[in-house]
């Protein structure tokens, strides 16, 4: 009888070709709301008068209206005034995002082709909300919320055509 069961269990035991062990282990994901960015006011350099025909330049600062002026170009109180292109972002809560703006925009005469009648805007900046300095990275608030303004340098050239200029560009936000 001893025989017997010492054989049945060598006869179960060769039957076991694998032994297994388990282990619990954790899983996870991180769902982004995709951001959302509107535009709540447009880049506008206003209007300024031509003072010579050597060309200049004029900063629009990223948190101001006030302009700074270089060359033949000065100041006007005529209309339009100058406004700051102003955005609101939105997203998941307490994330890291950045903003990527272009290095340079062109702006063209609405009606003229001929002569010197496009203008570049470089050096383009953004200031975050209640940021005392320019950046590229910010947070969205508690609510998923956050808002900018851009400003930039309008480059006046030599001999450039009096008028009115227009021109679109991109700006995105992703999160880090």
């Not at 990527?100 to 909300?129: C, D």
């Amino acid at each position: 009888m001893k025989k017997s069961i010492l054989f049945t269990i060598f006869m179960i035991a060769a039957t076991i070709t694998n032994i297994n062990a388990q282990v619990s282990t954790s899983a996870s994901a991180d769902l982004l709301v995709a951001m959302v960015i509107n535009q709540t006011s447009p880049l506008n350099f206003g209007s300024s008068v031509l003072t010579s025909a050597g060309g200049g330049s004029i900063e629009l600062p990223s948190n101001s209206i006030t302009r700074n002026y270089t060359g033949g170009v000065a100041t006007s109180a005529a209309s339009p005034a100058p406004t700051n292109a102003a955005y609101t972002v939105s997203g998941n809560a307490n994330q890291t995002y950045a903003v990527v703006l272009p290095t340079t925009t062109k702006v063209t005469h609405t009606s003229v082709n001929v002569g010197v009648y496009e203008m570049n805007i470089t050096l383009m900046k953004a200031r975050f909300s209640g940021a005392s300095e320019d950046a590229t990275v910010s947070n969205l608030s508690a609510d998923g919320n956050d808002s900018f303004t851009v400003g930039g340098t309008l480059t006046v050239l030599p001999n450039q055509v009096g008028g009115q200029y227009t021109g679109t560009f991109q700006v995105s936000v992703d999160y880090n």
